[in-house]
């Protein structure tokens, strides 16, 4: 038995004395902590002072609840899966993303008419409120078992100048950046990545374990004149994945020689 013998509120020192039981691998990844008995009994506390306990140590992310069952030491081990951002093109044309998984959908994709927001309008390098068409797919990784949320924004004025693609707007992207190509454009990307913390909709379709963050990236295909075509936003917990990246050296531009 541990009795409690700190400054500082009954549950914080709780909570102390699990995370440095946590820590040493006393309770160790993926197994059950101990019941509320249990820890009422090792560290001489109430009921109430262990669940206050336990719920500070789920916001710290070093518990996952799960109901029914108890609470559980989470994993601090590398993530489940790699998810590649190269975007490769065959010798026949063919656009091809190295997610380095073949996803599955979970849904059908939802298509619907929206505009843009303080947020998708500047990397579009569009005004709120222009018209766009919107694709929403749920996506599950069939061998681990990660979920993803994946958007495609296209603007009005890009499905309208490319044949086809206003009537079909839930094409999938490499088949989107075909259409972009077939239609004149030299197509190069650009990408953003940032972590937040979930909207209650993206951690009920993630399935994210409490304080789990969300990575969040952007792409922009560009075309000609470097003009922003289309727009796609990846979602996925950071605690099942992580991205990859190629990256090369830009070649150095030419010197204009002195007249």
Not at 64 to 84: C, M, Q, W
Not at 129 to 144: K, M, S
Not at 159 to 182: F, M, N, Q, R, S
Request: hydrophobic residues 40%.
């Amino acid at each position: 038995m541990t009795e409690i013998q700190r400054p500082g509120a009954l549950y914080q020192q709780v909570a102390a004395a699990i995370r440095e039981a946590i820590l040493s691998g006393e309770f160790e990844p993926e197994a059950p902590l101990p019941s509320e008995s249990q820890l009422m009994e090792r560290y001489r506390v109430s009921r109430p002072t262990v669940r206050n306990a336990v719920a500070a140590l789920r916001a710290e992310g070093l518990i996952d609840v799960r109901h029914g069952k108890g609470s559980f030491v989470r994993p601090a081990g590398l993530p489940a899966l790699t998810i590649e951002r190269r975007i490769g093109r065959t010798t026949g044309g063919r656009f091809l993303t190295h997610d380095g998984t073949t996803w599955d959908e979970a849904e059908k994709p939802a298509v619907y008419r929206s505009h843009t927001t303080k947020v998708t309008g500047p990397p579009l390098e569009l005004a709120e409120e222009e018209a766009l068409f919107c694709c929403d797919r749920l996506l599950t990784d069939p061998a681990t078992g990660t979920r993803a949320m994946h958007r495609t924004l296209i603007p009005f004025e890009t499905a309208e100048a490319v044949p086809g693609l206003a009537d079909a707007p839930d094409t999938p992207p490499d088949a989107i950046y075909a259409l972009l190509a077939k239609a004149g454009h030299k197509l190069w990307w650009s990408e953003t990545v940032r972590a937040s913390m979930p909207l209650p909709d993206e951690r009920a379709a993630l399935r994210l374990p409490d304080a789990t963050p969300v990575l969040h990236t952007a792409r922009v295909t560009h075309g000609t004149d470097d003009r922003p075509l289309i727009l796609e936003e990846l979602r996925v917990g950071a605690d099942r994945a992580e991205l990859a990246y190629k990256i090369t050296a830009d070649k150095e531009p030419a010197r204009r020689a002195r007249a």
